[in-house]
T-cell receptor, first 115, second 109 residues
Framework: KAGVTQTPRYLIKTRGQQVTLSCSPI?????VSWYQQTPGQGLQFLFE???????NKGNFPGRFSGRQFSNSRSEMNVSTLELGDSALYLC??????????????FGPGTRLTVL | GQNIDQPTEMTATEGAIVQINCTYQ??????LFWYQQHAGEAPTFLSY????GLEEKGRFSSFLSRSKGYSYLLLKELQMKDSASYLC??????????FGQGTTLQVKP
């Protein structure tokens, strides 16, 4: 099975711009989660989607948004970029079963640099 | 609230054994994960514990004590390629993992 894929892998933007990142989960996985990773804060949860619905949301401002499509692919959008948004954005997918957490499998990430 | 603590850095010698500890305080605890992350790469799944006790998987083992809010990852027969960050994370009932800051392990010859 192909793993989680993310595009683009690298992105350079300037302050005030917006950006859209894409994630394709492992085939058959229905849950997609997004994380931001920075040297100072580590891995922080952004949001999670399941069946096209946002099921969980982390403590990030409204500039961060996402969505999931019927084929489980997901996108996240960051508007009005700030320098502090420079980070590695990781997407993870899981199979999802009732009664407990699933192992999440991570994509290679998108390295966003805001100048 | 949710809080996960692990040491920031550790150093060990090739061929040795190292234990990376993780303590947690979370609401709705439903399992503990360990991930390995090499520099510049994505985290990869190592282990998952939901019941107390030791889970062994080759050179890696993971232990959980729910009553103490404590877990450890044990790496045996260390190899240079084991130099990486090791992330402890707790999971709830849905797709949300709370990660610790990670422990950077340096394996020296």
């Amino acid at each position: 099975k192909a793993g989680v894929t993310q595009t683009p892998r690298y992105l350079i933007k300037t302050r005030g711009q917006q950006v859209t990142l894409s994630c394709s989960p492992i085939s058959g996985h229905r849950s997609v989660s997004w994380y931001q990773q920075t040297p100072g804060q580590g891995l922080q949860f952004l949001f999670e989607y399941f069946s096209e619905t946002q099921r969980n949301k982390g403590n990030f401002p409204g500039r961060f948004s996402g969505r999931q499509f019927s084929n489980s692919r997901s996108e996240m959008n960051v508007s009005t970029l700030e320098l502090g948004d420079s980070a590695l954005y990781l997407c993870a997918s899981s199979l999802e079963f009732a009664g407990g957490p699933d192992t999440q499998y991570f994509g290679p990430g998108t390295r966003l640099t805001v100048l | 609230g949710q809080n996960i603590d692990q040491p920031t850095e550790m150093t060990a010698t090739e061929g040795a054994i190292v234990q990376i500890n993780c303590t947690y305080q979370t609401s709705g605890f439903n399992g503990l994960f360990w991930y390995q992350q090499h520099a510049g790469e994505a985290p990869t799944f190592l282990s998952y514990n939901v019941l107390d006790g030791l889970e062994e998987k080759g050179r890696f083992s993971s232990f959980l004590s729910r009553s103490k809010g404590y877990s450890y990852l044990l790496l045996k027969e260390l190899q240079m390629k084991d130099s990486a960050s090791y992330l402890c994370a707790t999971g709830g009932n849905t797709g949300k993992l709370i990660f610790g800051q990670g422990t950077t392990l340096q394996v020296k010859p």
